[in-house]
């Protein structure tokens, strides 16, 4: 017998002439996977008392192996080939058509093999023409194919498979199905006959059509659409997080619980940054998406980085957090109820005396229940398991107060009442102590489909209403511990289907699915049996176990399933939900239609007079500058077959100027680096395209234009251009008018802006140029005695030569496009004065002045070498050193030639501190944090700083942003102290406190105290008491620090812990002291904070907790489940539980033992790293 998923159909395969006697070829486009049918099950050795060939009956009984799925059968049918000759057959032929299922099928034959040296035999549907396939049309169907001697019907071979057949795949069967070389003339097996004797041989197909129940069975996926075929859309999947996707669409598809989401008020705040308003986004893109929906927003908003996301997280913890989340959110609307109602019902914990009246309990909410699955066969063994009564008797009797003394007790949690929705965790990972991991447990475990809550209640319950839950949810894990996979089952609706949603992918699925295949344990035949491995593994008496189990199941009370699964309209929707949403769609798809249009459109920059004026750096203007800066160049996106005519109109248009007086400029890249306009456009008539094609092309491409707006018009309204006039005859002529703009420099205002053009004769001196400039500024006709004007050439951005005034614009070689600089400078008469605060005499005012102003800019060259080195810098207070909201942020304008200390007395006037007091951080490039302190050089620029030299070094860290510290201290003096970070203790070891404290390098333990007595703003010592200073590492206490301890020996891998000694350890014996430390479950899995603690002699152990309670801080639940330990010096030692009868004196005898708290860590600091889970 053989099974195989694998076999691949023949579809359109060439066939070569007949004179060929090889195997005939494929075309490329659809391979043919090749099957060994000796690797297939067909070991005769398994069969006993085979049925003949011709028995059909009793062949469809054994031939067809059970299929996982368990689909209905709606038909089989049985039909044969009877071939007379088969070294007469084409290279492919077809048997005789049959029908199954409604539809034609045949045999398809290969008889020399397709492309290898066995015959090849598929099954075909038999629709001769395909306009004749129904739209859609598939058929499921389980065939096997059987080659048979019809002189000896026991000589046979065959083979199975099963095959959603579809236009598409119109076969599918086995290229290697029999050797040709045994065929003939080698006795088969076990026989003395060939199989194919007198070259005749029998084909038979055996057809089996099933139900397809889901729409799915057997389906590729190709082109598959979830919306189509289900009315549901699925998520995509982030990375590790896929157990997230299940908990969201569980949560979506409860159906009062999106509606209570959607009832959250988030128009105030409709940021991404808040969960509630992303979960309200999710889930209305779920109801009205046509594809699946990412949660990238959702996961953002939850606060989590990439770390997270491809985390393997808690799905219980998850479920509870965001829980949490939204409840919050909810308080002081209507709705602030609905979540408690809905998810949370309520337990009793109790101890209640067998003999007299007398009982301890309390009753606490639960929002899900934790099942144990190793050691139960049921979801109702569970919930028996869960409130099983502990006797308490003999030795482990219960206190029942100074009343009732030690009492026989029964121990246990019963239900006071489940939820509407109930969400039940299947504890299927636990810790395996033995191979010191966490482990899947496969068990098989059923759950049925309905069951009566009812048992687990207590006695005087509220059963005025029945207690019967029914299926609504299963969330499936696939795989093991370390690589799985999760998905989900869910139904939507009272009555329907459910269906599985799978990352992005919805399919329907039927009950077996839901229930027997996400039971875990071992496959199962519909007959219940287990399903036997491939014939290679059966050998071995081996069985498949599957891979696929629930862990979490979701129940709704039956008789609440109408509230639970109430229609969400869209009137449900926020209104401003659904509008930004929308807004957001039409952006994205006019963006969408925009890229695919995007050949048929160019770029077009525009800069004019305006843009020009409002410009204050080098050049023209930033052409991939910030749109909204005036300075910018105006973008116009046109159609590539516009004419400059019709753009030009535009253009005109947006500057509110006739189009007539409009000319625009080609801006061309210069040898230097620049970009200057090079000559008119005069001719209209070719389009943007061609103009862009003429003229140089950008690196942006697109198309740059200076458009100059006529100052002078004739009667008739039409542009007098000073040059490149078109005369009447069509010829354009250019007279010794040259184009050149202008920019002034501010000295007082330290300012650079455009001041528009003139044009000038080539003859003209430089001095000519004055009069222009002052009709331009508005100076008038003549400036004071005591003032020039200054002319530079801005060659390039570090180039700026001066003019001379005799010269003529032709000997400066200036030409079209030229900027001239200009500046007003006075004149002063040097005098003593002016000498001594050149060289920094004189009183300290003027010396204070002078150096506010050292980094003045006094002409042009110089401003321009600070726009060349300039650097926007940001500087942020140090998250942990300094104070944000005290010294919020900013940005500073510095020219990257500054020294280390022009650098903090710029830092220093924004902050208003003295600028020997700021210390600097450079910052990680990819983390964002702070790294190592910056140190002061005399030689430093801020240009060393920021990029040192050394190329790993330069990528280490940003080029553009500072953390800053204010010291209470001069930077010179901090280099004499050391720094060291202290955790304060406080009420008990419950409130922690990281302060940072600075001792000079020579000084010891005690005189860190003081500092730390001072930085804390604490009660000094003599008044509130003695401080306590200890080293911890791993969790445990390593030795307690004398007061004359050196800090230059503290070690940099310990933790340094502070506390103000408690009043009853004051005086102690330092031997009457013992180490307590806090682990969870095994001595090495340590956490929390270690201390210090007093024995006491003959001190039962039920009084010590009460010291050690108080002694520690926590309080009420949080102490009451710590379990307490002796831990015995030694690696594999044991932890020795304490009983309220023990004496710690007597349990802890050894001079090495310690006092271990056994609970769990809440900080989830785990030894693989990873952090607590958190929702923001």
Not at 221 to 229: P, T
Not at 633 to 647: A, K, Q, S
Not at 1101 to 1120: A, D, H, I, Q, Y
Request: charged content about 30%.
């Amino acid at each position: 017998m053989s099974y195989n998923h694998d076999v691949h159909s023949p579809n359109e395969m060439v066939v070569d002439t007949d004179d060929y006697v090889g195997a005939p070829e494929l075309t490329e486009k659809e391979p043919v996977a090749i099957i060994n049918p000796d690797n297939l099950d067909n070991d005769v050795d398994q069969l006993q008392d085979l049925p003949l060939a011709t028995d059909y009956e009793g062949m469809t009984e054994i031939i067809f192996p059970p299929l996982v799925e368990d689909p209905p059968i709606l038909e089989d049918v049985v039909n044969t080939w009877e071939i007379e000759s088969w070294r007469s057959l084409p290279k492919r032929e077809h048997g005789p058509m049959f029908q199954a299922g409604g539809f034609p099928w045949r045999i398809l034959l290969f008889p020399y093999g397709n492309n290898v040296d066995q015959c090849s035999i598929y099954l075909e549907h038999g629709f001769e023409n395909p306009q004749d396939i129904p739209e859609n049309w598939s058929c499921c169907v389980q065939f096997a194919l059987v080659l048979w001697n019809p002189n000896d019907p026991s000589l046979y071979t065959h083979h199975v498979a099963h095959h959603r057949f579809t236009k598409e795949e119109a076969d599918w069967g086995f290229t290697r199905f029999y050797e040709l070389r045994k065929m003939f003339n080698v006795p088969f097996e076990g026989g003395t006959r060939p199989l194919c004797e007198g070259e005749a041989a029998n084909i038979t197909a055996y057809v089996r059509i099933v139900k397809d129940e889901t729409g799915v069975l057997w389906h590729n996926f190709v082109n598959y659409d979830s919306k189509k075929e289900t009315g549901h859309v699925g998520l995509k999947n982030q990375g590790a997080t896929c157990y997230l996707n299940s908990l969201l669409q569980s949560l979506y598809f409860t159906n009062a619980f999106r509606k209570a989401v959607y009832s959250i008020p988030t128009e105030k705040d409709d940021s991404l940054s808040n969960s509630a308003y992303t979960l309200q986004r999710l889930f209305y893109q779920l109801q009205t998406s046509e594809s699946a929906v990412g949660t990238n927003e959702l996961t953002k908003s939850f606060g989590w980085d990439t770390r997270h996301i491809f985390e393997q997280q808690d799905v219980q913890e998850l479920s509870r957090k965001l829980m949490e989340r939204m409840e919050d959110k909810m308080k002081g609307t209507p709705y602030e109820t609905v979540l408690p109602e809905m998810f949370s019902g309520k337990i009793k914990t109790y101890i209640s005396c067998v003999n007299v009246d007398y009982e301890s309990s309390r009753i606490e909410d639960f929002w899900d229940i934790q099942l144990n699955v190793s050691g139960n066969k049921s979801l109702l063994d569970s919930f028996k398991d869960y409130i099983q009564v502990e006797k308490m008797d003999g030795e482990n009797q219960y206190y029942a107060g100074d009343e009732f003394k030690l009492q026989d007790a029964d121990k246990g949690v019963i239900f006071t009442g489940f939820p509407d929705v109930l969400h039940l965790q299947l504890k299927r990972f636990e810790y395996d102590i033995q191979r010191d991991t966490m482990m899947k447990i496969n068990d098989r475990y059923e759950f049925p489909d309905v069951f009566d809550a009812a048992p687990y209640l207590i006695d005087d319950a509220d059963k005025s209403e029945p207690w019967t839950y029914q299926l609504h949810g299963v969330l499936v894990h696939s795989g093991d511990l370390n690589a799985g996979h999760y998905y989900a089952f869910l139904k939507p609706t009272k009555d329907g289907w459910f269906y599985r949603y799978d990352d992005d992918k919805v399919t329907r699925a039927t009950m077996r699915e839901v229930l027997e295949e996400n039971f875990g344990g071992e496959y199962r035949t519909p007959a219940g049996g287990p399903l036997r491995a491939p014939l290679q593994q059966k050998k071995s008496g081996g069985t498949l176990m599957r891979q696929n189990s629930a862990y979490m199941l979701v129940y709704i009370r039956q008789s609440r399933l109408d509230k639970i699964l109430c229609d969400v309209t869209t009137e449900d929707i926020p209104r401003h939900l659904k509008s930004k949403v929308e807004e957001e769609t039409a952006l994205r798809e006019a963006r969408k239609k925009e890229r695919e249009e995007q050949h048929l459109y160019i770029g077009v920059k525009v800069i004019n007079e305006e843009t020009f004026k409002h410009h204050g750096g080098t050049d023209m203007t930033v052409f991939d500058g910030d749109s909204d800066d005036p300075a910018s160049p105006r973008f116009y996106r046109v159609l590539r077959n516009m004419t400059m005519e019709e753009l030009v109109a535009k253009i005109a248009e947006d500057m509110g100027v006739e189009p007539a007086r409009v000319r625009c400029w080609v801006m061309v890249n210069r040898q230097n680096k620049t970009i200057r306009p090079d000559q008119p456009i005069m001719d209209l008539t070719p389009t943007v395209e061609e103009t862009f094609q003429r003229a140089q092309a950008h690196r942006d491409q697109s198309l740059r234009l200076w458009a100059e707006v006529a100052e002078e018009v004739t009667p008739e309204g039409k542009a007098i251009w000073p040059t490149h006039e078109p005369q009447q005859n069509g010829i354009i002529v250019k007279n010794d008018l040259i184009l050149l703009y202008l920019k002034h420099f501010d000295v007082e205002k330290q300012e650079l802006h455009g001041a528009g053009h003139v044009y000038v004769s080539k003859e003209k001196k430089i001095e000519d140029l004055h009069p222009m400039i002052m009709k331009k500024m508005g100076w008038g006709e003549k400036l004071p005695s005591d003032e020039k004007i200054s002319l530079w050439e801005e060659i390039k951005p570090t180039m700026i030569e001066g003019l001379k005034p005799k010269q003529s614009l032709k000997a400066a070689e200036l030409q079209d496009g030229d900027i001239i600089c200009f500046q007003r400078s006075v004149e002063r008469k040097i005098d003593r004065a002016t000498i001594e605060k050149r060289l920094g005499l004189g009183d300290k005012s003027t010396t204070e002045e002078s150096a506010k102003v050292s980094d003045r800019c006094e002409d042009v060259k110089e401003y321009f070498d600070f726009l060349h080195h300039k650097k926007v810098i940001k500087f942020h207070a140090h998250p942990s050193k300094s104070n944000p909201e005290k010294y919020p942020a900013f940005e500073l304008v510095l020219s990257s030639k500054i020294s280390y200390d022009t650098l903090s007395q710029k830092a220093a006037e924004q902050l208003k501190v003295p600028p020997t007091h700021i210390r600097f951080f450079t910052v990680n490039a990819a983390t964002g944090n702070p790294k190592v302190p910056v140190k002061r050089g005399a030689t430093q620029t801020l240009q060393t700083i920021l990029n040192p030299t050394g190329f790993s070094q330069m990528n280490a860290q940003r080029s553009d942003a500072f953390y800053f510290e204010v010291l209470d201290i001069p930077l010179s003096e901090l280099d004499t102290k050391k720094a060291i970070k202290v955790n304060l203790l406080s009420e008990g070891i419950t409130k922690e406190e990281t302060v940072d404290v600075l001792v000079a390098k020579n000084g010891n333990i005690g005189d860190m105290i003081q500092v730390l007595l001072m930085k804390a703003n604490l009660d000094d010592e003599g008044e509130a008491g003695r401080i306590r200073v200890y080293e911890v590492s791993q969790h445990k206490v390593y030795r307690e620090l004398p007061r004359e301890y050196p800090v230059i020996s503290l070690n940099d891998f310990t933790t340094l812990y502070a506390e103000r000694v408690p009043e009853e350890e004051a005086n102690a014996d330092e031997a009457h002291f013992i180490k307590v430390f806090h682990f969870q479950g095994e001595l090495n899995r340590t956490h929390g904070v270690p201390f210090r603690f007093l024995l006491k002699e003959g001190e039962k152990f039920s009084e010590t907790k009460k010291r050690l309670e108080k002694r520690t801080g926590l309080k009420g639940k949080s102490f009451e489940k710590i379990k307490f330990a002796v831990a015995k010096a030694g690696h594999f030692s044991k932890p020795q539980y304490l009983n309220d009868d023990d004496e710690l004196w007597a349990a802890a005898a050894g001079d090495d033992d310690s006092l271990g708290l056994d609970h769990p860590d809440r900080t989830r600091a785990l030894r693989n790293g990873v952090g607590d889970l958190f929702l923001r």
